[in-house]
């Protein structure tokens, strides 16, 4: 891309912190798209950032990492929708104009409903790069009325995709329980990514008081809401689904500048080091722990030499203080052991059995000295008084 201000004259909010509930990797998809002549919607979707591939064509145009309709030769605008991932309230939007430099979308609106019936035809729809909208489509998406839905954000101008100003963030106050956006560009052209930050709202009716879940887990409402470092990987990568596929899909930190030169072995069997990285999740409810899954997936030169696991039960976490260092941690405690400091090994699944006790509402994973840790998970008994 040519030469711009560098990516640090972006300003990222706070709310780009929270979880991204229309990623692909928590189930977001789309379910119905105008055009995807030049690239298909759910490119938008991915987790991985924008890519250009020089000189690559395909039997369409120039192969583009995003959404790319055609240049528009009809009445009307190109729009899409997608189902969330995962339920929730909507803090703020991302869209990434990436490599998108004389073919963005000038300009960008998107709307929101709640709790739809999808019709069966478009549970089927498929992206695909060529596809166009046939009639049938039309009429089949008509039922849905996303045209009256409500705006969260109102057509907004984007610009191009260059390095360093390519990324735009939207604010968004509503404080409603979304499950689907309809993405209007105008009149057509590019969008790399499409970012939808806000706060997980599940649904607990499928469990009973006594029953075990995941509460870490993001589509039960886990969030990371405080961390030390996360240099090479945001600590909200611990609470996402399935097991990690790749070391960016993880918790990792950047190696401590307070390591020793040479390392020596300690009293308690692990060695000796001055410092120690942490991150905090927010149960989706509280629980009582009774079983932990640490996961050192494709970590396998840089995983923790070991971890310490800890509960409490705290006040839920205000969204403004989520993010690095969050002066909200004074408030926390006291801090219960569950897992002592316990050594781990590369690129593995370790399993903690916990004698139950009070319910939790907040873990906090302790890594020593550094490192990277794919996924943690939190299995709990749901109390008879939980917030479901």
Wanted: aromatic share 10%; proline share 6%.
């Amino acid at each position: 891309m040519a030469a711009r201000p560098t990516e640090s004259e972006v300003p990222v909010p706070k709310f780009a912190n929270l979880t991204d509930l229309a990623s692909a990797a928590v189930g977001g998809k789309i379910l119905f798209s105008t055009d995807d002549w030049f690239a298909s919607a759910d490119n938008m979707l991915k987790t991985n950032e924008p890519e250009w591939r020089e000189g690559v064509y395909t039997e369409y145009g120039k192969w583009m990492d995003g959404w790319e309709s055609a240049r528009k030769r009809t009445v009307g605008h190109d729009w899409c929708i997608l189902r969330l991932g995962v339920p929730g309230t909507i803090q703020g939007f991302e869209v990434n104009t990436a490599f998108f430099t004389g073919n963005y979308a000038p300009m960008i609106s998107i709307q929101a409903a709640g709790g739809i019936d999808e019709p069966l035809a478009l549970q089927r729809w498929y992206s695909a790069m060529g596809n166009r909208a046939t009639q049938e489509d039309y009429d089949v998406t008509a039922t849905l009325k996303s045209e009256d839905w409500e705006t969260l954000l109102p057509k907004t101008k984007l610009g191009p995709g260059y390095k360093g100003v390519n990324r735009f963030f939207f604010a968004v106050a509503s404080q409603q329980r979304w499950t689907h956006l309809r993405v209007n560009i105008f009149p057509d052209g590019g969008v790399a990514r499409l970012r939808v930050y806000g706060l997980a709202h599940p649904t607990f009716a499928h469990l009973r008081a006594g029953q075990t879940a995941d509460l870490a887990a993001v589509e039960n409402g886990g969030l990371a809401v405080s961390w030390s470092d996360n240099h090479f990987g945001h600590p909200r990568n611990l609470v996402g689904p399935g097991r990690g596929v790749g070391m960016f899909d993880g918790w990792e930190t950047a190696r401590r500048k307070d390591r020793p030169a040479v390392l020596l072995p300690g009293t308690d069997g692990h060695l000796q080091f001055v410092g120690s990285e942490w991150s905090v999740i927010q149960l989706g409810t509280r629980g009582v722990v009774v079983k932990l899954e640490v996961d050192t997936a494709h970590f396998k030169g840089n995983y923790p030499e070991s971890c310490m696991i800890e509960g409490c039960q705290a006040k839920t976490w205000p969204t403004s203080m989520v993010g690095p260092q969050s002066a909200q941690m004074q408030a926390m405690g006291p801090w219960r052991v569950l897992v002592p400091r316990t050594k781990l090994s590369a690129n593995s699944r370790h399993f903690f059995s916990v004698q139950p006790g009070e319910p939790v509402s907040h873990i906090r994973l302790t890594m020593f000295p550094d490192g990277g840790i794919s996924r943690l998970r939190v299995h709990c008994l749901l109390p008879a008084q939980a917030s479901l």
